[in-house]
């Protein structure tokens, strides 16, 4: 029963960690692709992303707990874990490690660092457009002026 408590209470950590970056991908592909996120992202693939992101989190935390759980003298049960050796518990911290802190470091770099570009390329293209048409914003504008006049007067 212990087991299960370590688990699900370490288990949110990792699957928040998992749907951050499950949400930054969705960012990326929203930000930088437009047209095929818009034909090809469905709500039901983001939620059970984001659901499997969740249960993933639960089974990696009682992966790791639950087989490296002790009992003593058949009473006493330590949720600690206590790993069988030690290079069983370097091979598990290295993979968490690099798993939970590099690869999520990188997906955020990258794919944030592609959202910049893109939002600073599409703002320059914007900015020269703005540029090229501010006298028929100003036409505009009084167009708008003249055909209130005549439909509030």
């Known amino acids: 029963m212990i087991a299960l408590v370590e688990g699900f209470s370490w288990g949110p950590f990792v699957g928040s ?20 996120a818009k034909k090809n992202l469905r709500k039901w693939m983001i939620y059970s992303t ?9 089974a ?3 992966g790791s707990t ?13 949720p600690l874990p206590l790993w069988k050796s030690r290079s ?6 290295v993979w968490f ?14 794919c944030y660092g592609r959202i910049l570009t893109t939002v600073r390329r599409q703002a320059r293209v914007m900015a020269a457009h703005a540029a090229n048409t501010a006298g028929t914003t100003e036409l505009n504008r009084l167009q708008l002026k003249i055909i209130a006049l005549f439909l509030f007067y």
């Open 66 to 78: 639950v087989p490296t759980l002790h009992v003593v003298d058949g009473r006493v049960c330590y």
């Open 50 to 58: 984001a659901a499997l992101a969740w249960f993933a989190g639960v």
């Open 17 to 36: 960690l998992i749907n951050l970056a499950a949400v930054t991908v969705e960012r990326y592909l929203r930000v930088v692709y437009p047209v095929g």
């Open 88 to 93: 069983a518990q370097t091979a598990f911290g």
């Open 60 to 62: 990696v935390a009682e």
């Open 97 to 110: 490690f690099v798993s939970f802190y590099v690869v999520e470091l990188l997906i955020f770099a990258v």
